[in-house]
């Protein structure tokens, strides 16, 4: 076999399994209605959840920001791209962060992904160091724990990670979860995390993607809602889901953000993200807590009761699970990658767009619809998928 046929081969097994994936081509802004191929279609899949992704004061001010600053940053943070709207953005981030975290500051960084992967490289860069690292982290943290140095134990619950972190005799200790799970939509009990850290000597490391801006007092994420307030708290967050534009950021103890800064290859050796970015960043935030964002959120918990109302007699009738969620993500798990596929099929040639999300991204056999809300969303809209889901044929396999 030759080296491309090697590659088509997998390609093929792929095929074969359900699992290959295809890039739709989006012709206008996201969420809720988007032109997808040509077509206009009602989206349930995108995380621009407050709908800021297109606001009119986010696009004049990245407007603002490109004459201001131009279009790109030039060179990386600490050779010359790290910019007054960068400093300012950090500034802002750090003193949301101390809401929670005592003396926090913040570092920002060009996408969560690689935020969890200098994150986890740089505090985990030692073999006297352990991760203890929840079994439904996102990727961007299983790809972090893989890269960094340090030895590494993966919890299915508190009290595996209790006998985990009573048994290692690591010098640091790293507990790391999602906020949200973003698969799932539930919550990680932050509090009894933190409870386990201060008992353990640990840092708890949470990645706020799903909860940032969402939830919380003001929009100030899932560490606030819990009520937490603790140094060990290492707060991650990204700005291209509820804050509808680009980057990440990690929010910690000064020590800890001076350390990354200092040493992680993350940020270290990669080019700033635009300058412009950050100006518009600036507004988001001032857009997320101010009225606009309170209003955006009530909107979302109404949606989010309607949703979970409507949703669960279907679910019953066609042996769907529904689990629980704590936030604007309801999964609806349907089983087989087949199955999942052919009711994304049927919702979208009802003029609804719902993925199906399928294994690696969740274990096998959990194949599902993520359905996600978006504060533009109508009453109306939920009434179009409750009526497209209820029209379903059920997948005979095959
Ligand atoms: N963490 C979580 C939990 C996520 O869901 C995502 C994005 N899907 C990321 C990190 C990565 O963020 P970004 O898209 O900014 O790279």
Redesign the pocket.
């Known amino acids: 076999m030759s080296l491309f046929d090697r590659f088509r081969a997998r390609l093929d097994e792929r095929a074969a399994q359900d699992l290959s994936r295809t890039r739709r081509l989006a012709g206008s802004p996201t969420a809720p209605r988007q032109r997808v191929d040509g077509r206009e279609l009602l989206l349930f899949c995108s ?1 621009d959840y407050l709908g800021l992704a297109d606001h009119p004061e986010l696009i004049a001010a990245l407007q603002e920001g490109a004459a201001r600053w131009g279009v790109g940053a030039g060179a990386s943070h600490l050779i010359s791209g790290h910019s007054e709207a960068h400093e300012a953005l950090e500034a802002e981030l750090g003193a949301w962060a101390r809401d929670c975290i005592p003396e926090a500051r913040a570092l920002t960084l060009c ?4 935020a ?1 992967l200098a994150l986890l490289t740089g505090l985990a860069d030692r073999e006297d160091a352990e991760l203890f690292s929840e079994r439904l982290n ?1 990727a ?2 299983i790809d972090g724990a893989r890269l960094a140095r340090a030895r590494k134990s993966i919890y299915a619950d508190l009290d595996q990670l209790e006998a985990q972190l009573r048994a290692s005799t690591a010098a640091t200790k790293l507990i790391v979860t ?1 906020a949200v799970f ?1 698969m799932d939509g539930h919550l990680a009990p932050l509090r009894e995390l933190l409870a386990l850290a201060e008992c353990f000597d640990a840092l708890l490391l949470v ?1 706020d ?2 909860g940032f801006g969402v939830l919380g007092p003001r929009g100030r994420g899932s560490l606030a809602h819990c009520g937490l307030r603790s140094e060990r708290l290492v707060w991650m967050g ?4 509820a804050a509808g534009v ?3 950021f990690i929010a910690a103890h000064p020590t800890l953000i001076e350390w990354l800064l200092q040493t992680s290859r993350p940020t270290i050796f990669t080019t700033a993200s635009p300058p412009a970015l950050a100006h518009a960043l600036l507004k988001s935030l001032a857009l997320i807590e101010g009225e606009e964002g309170e209003r955006r959120r009530a909107q979302l918990e109404l949606l989010r009761d309607q949703l979970a109302t409507g949703l669960a007699p279907l679910a019953a009738t066609r042996g769907w699970q529904l689990p629980a969620s704590d936030t604007p993500i309801q999964p609806l798990i349907v089983g087989e990658n087949a199955a999942a596929l052919a009711l994304s099929g049927q919702l979208e040639a009802a003029g609804l767009r719902v993925p199906a999300i399928r294994p690696p991204t969740v274990p096998a056999g959990t194949a599902r619809l993520r359905i996600t809300l978006c504060a533009d969303h109508r009453s109306e809209d939920l009434n179009a998928l409750m009526l497209a889901l209820s029209a379903f044929e059920p997948f005979q396999g095959g």
């Open positions: 995380n996408t969560g992904y690689m969890n996102h961007s943290l999602d973003s990645d993607a799903h990204t700005l291209g889901k680009a980057g990440a």
